[in-house]
């Protein structure tokens, strides 16, 4: 049975995923999928970088705002819901675009990688108790000793997925980087294209801080205070995003809003950086790197479409 088809386009925040994906979906007939652990929920526009409705020109979006804040969203939850919106794209006879900047969503996807051996056990509530009474840190530490791998490719403030790593390894024994290596290995179940959008790293950075500047001026802060009121607190998964939890230090007056607004952009910028590693590691990812093309978006976009049409993707 022949393979379906799955067009990934990825890079680091900032890079112009968003416009490209728009235009990349015009031309292929695409609709796409939101890979971004924020933009999936609700009222959290400004600081997602969330694409405008306006901004989708009729392309339909799926995994944008539609969980509320207080919700759960991990990589099984994004497994289930990207399945179920690739199902309804092929049943409008269009192609499945991934779009987002979550290379562990995207990898998850891609392999189609069994998480099921990690669901909830009785660990999970004693490694929670743990990162609350210890610290982040302390449970980062932990994960180094029996994981180093992965201790490398989680950032010690994503407790859940260290928690989930060390949980993996007791129940198992076995190391999750070793077990999700083993699913990669299997192959993909698709006929893809993965795409990586990249910028040079001195633009990227004056991009980043840009960005934050607007996202400051668009009212962000006023975007904080209204998910602080509706109940929203900094244990929740969607408080622990950028932009989020450094405006939630602020607002209970851990920081100036200067210190807050620095701490953000200096966070972003090393954001980008654990991004384009992981990218870097992936195999067979297709590098657009921005400053080889003259006329940067048209050009881009050919380049991609003629790659597709090489693998049979489009005619």
């Not at 562990?104 to 108790?129: C, G, H, K, M, V």
């Not at 950075?205 to 962000?220: Q, S, V």
């Not at 509706?230 to 950028?242: E, P, T």
Request: proline letters at 3%; charged letters at 30%; a negative charge.
């Amino acid at each position: 049975m022949e393979k379906e088809p799955l067009i990934i386009l990825t890079g680091p925040t900032a890079a112009g995923k968003t416009k490209l994906s728009i235009a990349l979906a015009k031309a292929v007939g695409g609709e796409i999928i939101s890979a971004d652990s924020m933009q999936v929920y609700k009222h959290m526009d400004i600081g997602s970088a969330k694409i405008r409705p306006e901004e989708m020109q009729g392309v339909r979006h799926y995994l944008v705002d539609e969980l509320e804040p207080w919700e759960e969203f991990h990589v099984v939850r994004f497994q289930q819901m990207a399945k179920s919106a690739m199902e309804q794209i092929r049943s409008h006879g269009h192609i499945p675009i991934l779009v987002g900047g979550t290379g562990f969503y995207i990898q998850a996807i891609l392999y189609d990688i069994d998480f099921t051996e990690n669901e909830a056990s009785p660990y999970r509530q004693e490694l929670e108790a743990l990162a609350q009474s210890r610290g982040a840190s302390w449970l980062h530490e932990e994960l180094k000793k029996v994981d180093p791998e992965s201790a490398e490719a989680i950032h010690e403030h994503n407790v859940k997925r260290v928690i989930r790593a060390l949980e993996f390894y007791r129940l198992t024994g076995k190391k999750i980087s070793e077990h999700n290596e083993e699913q990669r290995e299997k192959g993909s179940p698709y006929r893809s294209a993965y795409f990586v959008l990249n910028e040079d790293r001195t633009v990227l950075y004056d991009r980043i801080e840009k960005r934050i500047d607007k996202m400051l001026e668009d009212g962000l802060v006023d975007e904080v205070i209204r998910l602080k009121e509706m109940g929203c607190r900094r244990g929740m998964v969607s408080m622990q995003g950028l932009g989020y939890k450094e405006i939630l230090a602020y607002l209970d007056g851990e920081y100036t809003l200067p210190e807050a607004v620095e701490i953000l952009k200096r966070d972003t910028r090393h954001f980008a950086k654990r991004q384009l590693t992981w990218f870097r590691r992936e195999r067979d990812v297709i590098w657009l790197n921005k400053e080889d093309y003259a006329c940067e978006e048209e050009a881009i976009l050919a380049h991609m479409l003629e790659i597709l049409r090489e693998r049979k993707m489009i005619r």
